[in-house]
């Protein structure tokens, strides 16, 4: 028998975009609903064992009954038992709608492409669809090669901005390859053209620990250092 795929982070913030204007529980038949539902299934997400009754609009309405339980603005009970990624973007996006909005546009607009373009998906927290467009974005050749040039000129040498590893030391000119560039403005920014100040020059590693973070540390905080980044 196939399964339904437990809801991803990035689905989740279709379904509570739509709670989040309507504070109330649609109908299945609300034309709302039933364009939610498209959207979902159309979202370029490898989902293993979906079978036809997957992302329908039933399970649009029953997410909107799991965000109305967690709703402390509301009177309805709703529906228990949503998992724990609700709660997730619940304390995330529902006292931001324009950020939610902004992260719903983005997770709209990438494309099959984008999500190929990106090998690696560490155990990201907020959306694999979003990893990847902010992993694509960072990955512009064109703009991390004008910022490892801008660091090493303004450092005299290329290393992490976070915990100092010097890759070049041990690996020599190869060990550039080890560093990597970290977009300072999450997607729910809005889009712009990137600048070098947007940019940080990080090892593979300090990466990953930022990018599993929720939400992903603010410019202000990576420029304390990995001291800051990994204190309680």
Known sequence: MSRKPPWEYDELLLALDLYLTERRVLERSDARVTAVAEKLRRLPLRRAG???GF???DAVVMKLANFRAIDPSTAGIGLQAGGRRDGEVWRRFAASPTELRRAVENVQS???QEVNAIDDEPDVVEGRLLYRRHRHRERD???A???RADHLRRNGRLSCELCGLEPQRSYGPLGAAVLECHHLRPLTD?????RLADLMVVCANCHRLIHAQSPWPPAEALKLGLSALVAD
Not at 190 to 194: C, D, K, N, Y
């Open 110 to 112: 990438v494309t099959e």
């Open 190 to 194: 809005g889009e712009r053209v990137t």
């Open 55 to 57: 992302r329908t609009a």
């Open 50 to 52: 979906a079978d036809t």
């Open 141 to 143: 050749p064109r703009v």
């Open 145 to 147: 090669t004008k910022k």
